[in-house]
């Protein structure tokens, strides 16, 4: 083994230290993070947990470079993304990033294969047809492909959301929620799908989730309240 592949394999996918986020102003004031640290190692899955309105979305919309905290760094491997002007910060999203909206956000005049090659159009690359066709192998949309978002299922258009943000195999991916609105056999399959993706192909994943369910599926589950992290658990046996 090089020394560059040591150095990569013991290097954290994500790190994040003293984040805070403030949202308004007097009366309205909400401290939406409170000092978060936290580490994502290489290839594991995290799954973050709590109640409603303790950070989750505003941690993960942080650490993926869609908003900026108030205080804090955050590291995307050795790159520190706090700091980044807002295009190097596009860039580093556009290329090293992946992020799965609870919302789906596919484009609807586009075909389900167009939306799942829309980071390659972005990034004015050519799609790599073997990271295309591991994916689209692995969420088994089959005939499907020619589809517009409109004509696939709720389940069908997250599959979609997770292989497009999966197809550039980003250093990490963060999903917000990703089955939320979906059934319990829809839920299962999409999670499962994540799995493979962190068991099969090393990816690093990071999942927003309420369902306990949904949180067995990762190696980790991380707590928050009130902006803070109040548990962090590794599963034993993983
Ligand atoms: N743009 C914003 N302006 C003002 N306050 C905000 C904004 N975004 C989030 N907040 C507040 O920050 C806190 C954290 O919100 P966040 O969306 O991160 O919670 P969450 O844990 O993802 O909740 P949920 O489980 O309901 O999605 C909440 O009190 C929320 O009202
Ligand atoms: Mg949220």
Redesign the pocket.
């Known amino acids: 083994m090089t020394m560059t592949a040591m150095a990569d394999t013991t290097t954290a996918a994500v790190r994040a230290a003293g984040l805070r986020k403030i949202?308004?102003a007097g009366d309205a004031r909400?401290v939406?993070l409170d000092g978060v640290d936290v580490t994502f190692a290489r290839g594991g899955f995290t799954a973050i947990m709590?109640p409603?309105?303790?950070?989750?979305?505003?941690l993960m919309h942080c650490l993926a470079g869609l908003d900026r905290p108030d205080d804090g760094r955050i590291w995307l491997g050795d790159t520190e993304l706090t700091g980044l002007r807002d295009d190097a910060l596009t860039a580093l999203r556009r290329d090293r990033i992946g992020f799965v909206f609870q919302s789906f956000n596919l484009l609807p005049t586009l075909t389900a294969l167009e939306n799942i090659t829309l980071p390659f159009d972005l990034a004015g690359r050519r799609a790599d047809p073997d990271a295309v066709h591991a994916v689209v192998d692995v969420v088994r949309l089959g005939d499907r492909l020619g589809h517009r978002p409109s004509q696939l299922s709720g389940g069908q258009q997250q599959r979609v959301a997770v292989a497009r943000a999966l197809v550039t195999r980003p250093d990490v991916v963060f999903a917000d929620e990703p089955t939320g609105a979906l059934d319990s056999v829809a839920s299962a399959e999409l999670l499962g799908f994540l799995r493979h993706s962190v068991d099969a192909l090393g990816q690093t994943v990071v999942m927003?989730t309420?369902d306990p369910a949904a949180a067995a599926y990762a190696d980790r589950v991380v707590h928050?309240a009130d902006g803070t992290i109040v548990a962090d658990r590794v599963k034993v046996g993983n």
Request: no cysteine.
């Open positions: 949202y308004g909400v939406a709590g409603s309105g303790s950070g989750k979305s505003t927003v309420h928050l």
